[in-house]
């Protein structure tokens, strides 16, 4: 186990420092005029050339980006070109945000889809059409008009849930509960939507598998199979999707954030970006890229726990 | 492990992970404080460092009125009334400006306002490179003529400079702390607030409580003031709505639900949009040298239907680029061009483009898709053909003021004369790239530069004058839509995009 953790966390450093390389030259070329940014419209040709130099914006991309590769190391990824915040203390304040409701979506989703999509996959009928169609209708709703209706139904009309703004767990966890549950009730329709399907599939197709039928013919009863044989062979087609959706979350949650005037990372990818806040832009990457990483290793880690076929030895 | 075992472990470690990922994240953003001695207001921007010399204008003003005080205060209407500074004079050559200070002000961190807490504020502002920084730039120097009095040295007169000492430039913080990076994170200032960063989030959440002894206690009118960023139109509607703030801009769009929630509207004009015609020497579209053809342009648009589609009618159309509240403005000029397709063509004609010419323009996700369709639309109507460019968002403006094209569309500020000069008319203004001149405007321009009564009779002059000579094609004057909640009164500020934080009040 140990040697495949190394192995992966090995291949994991390579990706980090092949993407980082990459979007740090990406961010080079267009980064002519993020002294003019920061400045603004008013900003005279003799202030831009020093904010230029202040900032280290003259200097040639391989010493800029030594530069910066030299503080990431150390865990210093930067301040903001903007208002001068710490780079790592603007992810640390943001990140449990967006991950608390990314987290949160994730796990209800998960429990929503493993039961619609066992509920689709053995009962079949009327139950399964019904699950197909809430899939399809799920995902044609994009999650920022689902934010829309439920703020205006549940936050607005029915004052049953703040509309904006985030009250951290340690604060008032049922404060916290309350300010989370409309993002995440807008994150899970599209997510419950294709993991069910993915469940259902999965299900179907273990389920058809000669040695299901054979354990039936022994006499075990159907709830047994399910539960102790099928949905281990169907998890981890299925666990690689929800890793696969984690993913997506992130990106995904960005819209919703900023609907709900959440402080996590989504409104600070989109200003960052937006304005050329090239520290901030590396660091959000970094932290991206290390949680597809942890998230890919886990989900590899689980799958072999669950069904011992797909250990790696 | 049994496998239930298992899936309690899973189980655990997934109850685990999401504690986890909820703690952190510092202050609670969610709910208002309540009642009528707390106020908390949806900001479209975030703060910029603390650091006074980063201070910028327009919608970043609150947030820096909260710990510092200005030099000079002024007020809704524009009038210029004494802060740190309890009078100010002009020398003959207008080159020398004197304060008389203050001798009763401390900043939050115990040290004392004075001449060289300014001096060393003024020095830190050009030093430090920030956003307006190009204010000071007549500037050359501040002199500690006592304790109490300042003097400012200018290398050529400068008319806005009392308006520039009454917002950013004008904003003084300790002297002890303006070195210091902790400044760019917590403001250490004078002014009638500081900041509680255990209830601040940065990038999300400001929040200040009442300073104790502080010289001006009429300027706190409330205990707490709390600043939420929330660059969203919906969810500034929305905390609106649910009381979750007290006060913020919105749009057009938001109107109908927001009145209807009985939020309280107020207008404000602040900037103008239409086209800048950059190429007036002709030296991109020979055309455009040409003041008939101009003119033409001026009476292609139909102002009043682009206003109506993309604002749904919240502004005014205008053919001047002055605003209302500034001395240029002129009512005879409000309507000097109406929409006549018919004219445009005949003055085309006259100018020797009957078959029209071709116009590269740039367009941006910023602007309403529907200005450039209407552009297009009317211009080719009267036998110009536009052609668009899309560009994004700050490589749209760059490319601008690079003076890559011989016109746009743009929104600008409507300050005063000077002001409006420096940004857009004046030879050297960052929106005049082609540096367009001649010799009437820049006599005119000079005589503005005095100040004065012959300032202001000049600046309408000016006025007059580049609206003939169709320098621009002025659309209209944009309405601000600020709502607000009636558990407050709001006073607009003149040429800001949102009221100054003294301008709020717990309703009666």
Known sequence: MLPFILRRLGAGIVLLFAITTITYVMLYFSSKNIAHNILGEFATPEQIAAKQAELGLDQPLFARYADWLGGALTGDLGRSWFNSEPVLQALSSRLPVTLSIVVTALLVATLLAAALGIAAAVKRGWIDRAVQFFSLAADALPSFVIAIILVTVLAIGLGLFPA?????????????????????????????????????????????????????????????????????????????????????????????????????????????????????????????????????????????????KVRVS | MTYKRRISALAAAAVGALALSACGGGASTAGSDGGSK????????????WDPAQAHVGHYIPMYEAAYDTLILRSPDGQLEPMLATDWSWSKDKKLFTLNLRDDVTFSDGATFDGEAVKANFEHFKKDNGPQASTMQNVESVEVVDADTVAYHLSAPDPALPIYLSNAAGFMGSPQALESQAIDSVPVGSGPYVMDESATIAGSQYTFKKREGYWNPELQKFDTVTFK????????????????????????????????????????????QGMFLFDRAGDQVKALGDVKVRQAINHAIDRKSILDAVLLGQGTVTSQIFGESTSAFDESLENYYDYDPAKAKELLAEAGYADGFTLKMPSATGFDPVIYSSITQQLGAIGITVKQENLEGNEFRNRVLSGDYPASYYGIFQGEPWIAIGHHVGKDAAFNPQGYTDATSQKLIDRVQQGGKDGDDAAKELNRYVTEQAWFVPFFRVDQMFFNSKDITVQQQIQQAVPSLYNYAPAA
């Open chain 2, 229 to 272: 960023v929330m660059p969203d139109t919906t969810a500034r509607l929305n905390a609106l709505v649910s009381g979750q703030i007290d006060a913020a801009l919105l749009d057009p769009k938001s109107e109908a639900q927001a009145s209807g929630a009985g939020l309280v509207l107020t207008k404000q004009q602040v900037d103008w």
């Open chain 2, 38 to 49: 707390s106020l908390t207001l949806g900001s479209v921007v975030e703060a910029s460092a």
């Open chain 1, 164 to 308: 904006t703004g985030y009250v951290a767990f340690g604060s008032n966890p049922s404060l916290w509960l309350a300010s989370i549950t409309l993002p995440v009730l807008a994150l899970i329709f599209q997510l419950t939507a294709s993991s069910a399907q993915q469940f259902r599939s999965a299900i179907i197709e273990v389920r058809r598998r000669d040695y299901v039928r054979t354990l039936r013919s022994r006499g075990l009863g159907e709830r047994e199979v399910l539960v102790k044989h099928v949905l281990r062979s169907a998890a981890p087609p299925a666990l690689t999707i929800l890793s696969l959706q984690f993913i997506g979350l992130l990106g995904g949650s960005v819209i919703v954030e900023q609907i709900f005037a959440l402080p996590g990372i989504g409104p600070l990818a989109i200003a960052s970006t937006t304005k050329g806040d090239i520290p901030v832009v590396m660091g959000i990457v970094v932290y991206t890229v290390i949680m597809v990483i942890i998230v890919n290793l886990i989900v590899d880690l689980v799958n072999g726990w669950l069904n011992p």
